[in-house]
T-cell receptor, first 112, second 112 residues
Framework: GEDVEQSLFLSVREGDSSVINCTYT??????LYWYKQEPGAGLQLLTY?????DMKQDQRLTVLLNKKDKHLSLRIADTQTGDSAIYFC????????????FGPGTRLSVLP | DTGVSQDPRHKITKRGQNVTFRCDPI?????LYWYRQTLGQGPEFLTY????????KSRLLSDRFSAERPKGSFSTLEIQRTEQGDSAMYLC??????????FGQGTRLTVV
């Protein structure tokens, strides 16, 4: 099926690292994405990784991709209270990359 | 360009009424997507346009739903004879070809 799975909740202390995990199903996905959604807001693209890469780093964000296990993770270093949000993993299905399938989202709570 | 714009941001309607939402994509983006997001869930794909052509529709898009993108720029999503189950956030996104999709803030529909 077209399921993207994520754990629903994560709590970390301010300054610690957060790791949000995701498993996806379609090995033909060309890109995999992480989106952030703050309360009452739309989705903000955080970062994405091309499927032939294992890792991508962008400032405090590190994306790791294990294509064999279809596992994607997002690490946020030095987590801040402003990072509290819901994080969605998404894969891009469809013959022409037109159908983004999202996971249920991981709600990250950053405790002071 | 200020990104993907959706109008209205909020809509409250009585059951049985018709509603129409508008999406203005990022100007150079040829692809436009509609998604629906219910509380506690990730966005679900509804339909997709490449320029003015509607190329894919999800099974979620019942006969009461219709989307258009007449000139390959803005798009409208109409829901006829609204039902309480239609209450959700309707998200529009755009992309250039298969690159990452940028989302609008969404239109929150409440059917009473």
């Amino acid at each position: 099926g077209e399921d993207v799975e994520q754990s629903l909740f994560l709590s970390v202390r301010e300054g610690d690292s957060s790791v949000i995990n995701c498993t996806y199903t379609d090995s033909s996905s060309t890109y995999l994405y992480w989106y952030k959604q703050e309360p009452g807001a739309g989705l903000q693209l955080l970062t994405y990784i091309f499927s032939n890469m294992d890792m991508k780093q962008d400032q405090r964000l590190t994306v790791l991709l294990n294509k064999k296990d279809k596992h994607l993770s997002l690490r946020i270093a030095d987590t801040q209270t402003g990072d509290s949000a819901i994080y969605f993993c998404a894969e891009n299905l469809g013959n022409y990359g037109q159908n983004f399938v999202f996971g249920p989202g991981t709600r990250l709570s950053v405790l002071p | 360009d200020t990104g993907v714009s959706q109008d209205p941001r909020h809509k409250i309607t009585k059951r049985g009424q018709n509603v129409t939402f508008r999406c203005d994509p990022i100007s150079e983006h040829n692809r436009l997507y509609w998604y629906r997001q219910t509380l506690g869930q990730g966005p679900e794909f509804l339909t997709y346009f490449q320029n003015e052509a509607q190329l894919e529709k999800s099974r979620l898009l019942s006969d009461r739903f219709s989307a258009e993108r007449p000139k390959g720029s803005f798009s409208t999503l109409e829901i006829q004879r609204t039902e309480q189950g239609d209450s959700a956030m309707y998200l529009c996104a755009s992309s250039k070809d298969t690159s990452e999709a940028f989302f609008g803030q969404g239109t929150r529909l409440t059917v009473v």
